[in-house]
């Protein structure tokens, strides 16, 4: 929960820094031909869109699920509509 509550309040450039000091990264999915990157951080989750792909540049998006449950629900939503 602390994680959490500090991870909100940072800016978008510190959210990434947050990420890469202490995330772990759980794998990339492709969704319309961009690489979507998922880490887990303590007891929440982050997607994150990167501008050209490139996991060391910038944020171009960030989706943040607060549960275990939160993100399946989302994957399993988004795999749906892939079909």
């Keep these: 929960m602390f994680?959490?509550?500090i991870?909100?309040?940072?800016?978008?450039?510190g959210k990434l820094?947050?990420?890469r000091e202490h995330g772990v990264s759980l794998g990339v999915r492709v969704r319309e031909n961009r690489k979507v990157f998922i880490y887990m951080?303590?007891?929440f989750f982050v997607e994150v869109l990167y501008q050209h792909?490139?996991?060391e540049g910038e944020a171009e998006k960030l989706?943040?699920?607060?549960?275990l449950k939160g993100?399946?629900?989302y994957l399993e939503k988004e795999f749906k509509?892939?079909?």
């Design 71 to 73: 993100l399946n629900s």
């Design 41 to 43: 951080v303590k007891d």
């Design 63 to 67: 989706n943040v699920f607060d549960s």
């Design 3 to 5: 994680y959490k509550l």
């Design 53 to 55: 792909d490139n996991s």
């Design 17 to 19: 820094r947050f990420l």
């Design 81 to 83: 509509t892939a079909f």
């Design 7 to 13: 991870f909100k309040n940072l800016s978008e450039s």
